[in-house]
């Protein structure tokens, strides 16, 4: 089974390697590993994230750590380019860098050159060499905010590497009863449920935004409808939206950001309308929709929305629907939503609702907008769903603590 897998490592990065010549997150994922030069440290403490979503996800417990442990070296690794590229100059860690690929001699060579006292990955990220190496090398592995589901590899017949190297793990901080059942069935006891870590970050940042004067200036007194992370799929309906309520003002912030992205969304609104945020100093009052071209601001954007609406629900999955909720609206979200615990919660309490098509966008959205109790009674059962679930960063950082 190693072999195969081993195999499959290689194959991915020669894929990886064909399609960079005309994807350019591809290429940045070959370059930045090639390019990059792994720095000798001393006693670090590593944290790994996917991407920036999962960064996002484990920022509470790293802030913690660093508050903890000033004199210790931070490491972070991503495995995506949406993670390393935007957060590579991080004031919260003295070096990041991109995973290198995920060998045996490579995951050797890292783990013996940054010498980590402890190692931290967030949910989903299982690499078996690395995880080897950490065991060998005698490194506590922790892994925060996991969730695990039955269709999940670790649980079919042939998943006997992937159970292999949850015993490698030191200590499962999971994010519900499910997942440690799930675990125990494995034989697994060490086990903590703690909750993810997203309700703190999300209810952190709610409770002290960064202000964003030219988007106060922007939605004036109107009421403002926010639409985070989309995708084609998202932006076709929102255009039929838009184009029904006229007296709203709309952002849009796709989840890609290059040229032709833009230019998509641009394509379906009214140009004399609609604008970018890297012109919003040429905003005029005819200006009602306003796309944002850059990374980076959403999370401060949703303290101005009075509804949201959370991409990628007709692609692979939605995108974080907390960061909104977090400040108190209503949530829109497309089908695609059954591995997300947290909107499936939302829904059951009618703090979030999910469309299928845009017939059921215009009437669920034409709902909220125009009966303003059924708004603001919806949006605070989601913030009080936030409220209620923080804590996780606490539970985890207060067990590392006492174990060094």
Not at 149 to 172: A, C, D, E, I, S
Not at 283 to 290: A, E, G, P, R, V
Not at 325 to 335: K, Q, R
Not at 355 to 370: F, H, K, P, V, W
Request: hydrophobic share 40%.
């Amino acid at each position: 089974m190693l072999l195969l897998y081993n195999f499959g490592i290689t194959l991915y990065y020669c894929l990886l390697y064909i399609v960079s010549i005309f994807n350019n997150k591809a290429k940045l994922w070959i370059k930045g590993r090639q390019r990059q030069q792994v720095q000798p440290l001393e006693s670090s403490i590593w944290f790994h994230f996917a991407s920036l979503g999962e960064f996002e996800q484990g920022r509470p417990v790293l802030e913690r750590m660093r508050q903890l442990y000033p004199g210790k070296p931070f490491v972070i690794t991503f495995f995506s380019p949406s993670g390393y590229e935007v957060r590579r100059n991080t004031p919260l860690a003295d070096a990041v860098y991109y995973l290198p690929l995920d060998t045996r001699r490579k995951a050797r060579k890292f783990v013996e050159a940054i010498k980590p006292d402890m190692a931290i990955f967030t949910k989903y990220e299982y690499w078996y060499h690395y995880f080897d190496q950490l065991h060998q090398q005698h490194v506590p592995l922790y892994i925060i905010s996991g969730i695990f589901r039955p269709g999940q590899v670790f649980f079919k017949w042939y998943g006997g590497l992937h159970r292999k190297m949850l015993k490698l793990v030191t200590w499962f901080f999971v994010q519900d009863a499910d997942s440690k059942h799930l675990l125990q069935g494995l034989g697994k006891s060490n086990i903590t449920i703690s909750g993810d870590t997203r309700f703190d970050r999300v209810w952190a940042n709610a409770q002290a935004p960064k202000p964003l004067p030219e988007i106060a200036s922007f939605k004036g007194d109107s009421k403002l409808f926010i639409a985070g992370s989309t995708w084609p799929a998202d932006e076709k309906l929102l255009a039929a939206l838009i184009a029904k309520h006229p007296d709203w003002k709309f952002i849009i912030a796709p989840h890609e950001i290059g040229v032709d992205k833009i230019g998509h969304v641009l394509s379906l609104l009214p140009g004399e309308a609609t604008t970018c945020y890297s012109q919003i100093s040429n905003l005029t009052s005819q200006i009602s929709n306003l796309i944002i071209d850059n990374i980076g601001m959403l999370s401060s954007l949703y303290q101005y929305a009075d509804i949201a609406y959370i991409g990628g629900g007709f692609g692979a999955g939605i995108h974080n629907t907390l960061e909104a909720a977090a400040f108190g609206m209503p949530v829109i979200i497309g089908p695609k939503y059954d591995k997300f615990k947290e909107a499936k919660d939302m829904i059951a309490m009618e703090a979030a609702f999910s469309i299928n098509s845009e017939e059921e966008l215009l009437s669920t959205a034409g709902s909220l907008m125009d009966d303003e109790i059924f708004r603001y009674r919806t949006s605070k059962m989601g913030q009080r769903y936030v409220e209620q679930h923080i804590g996780a960063t606490d539970a985890i950082v207060k067990y590392i603590r006492e174990k060094h």
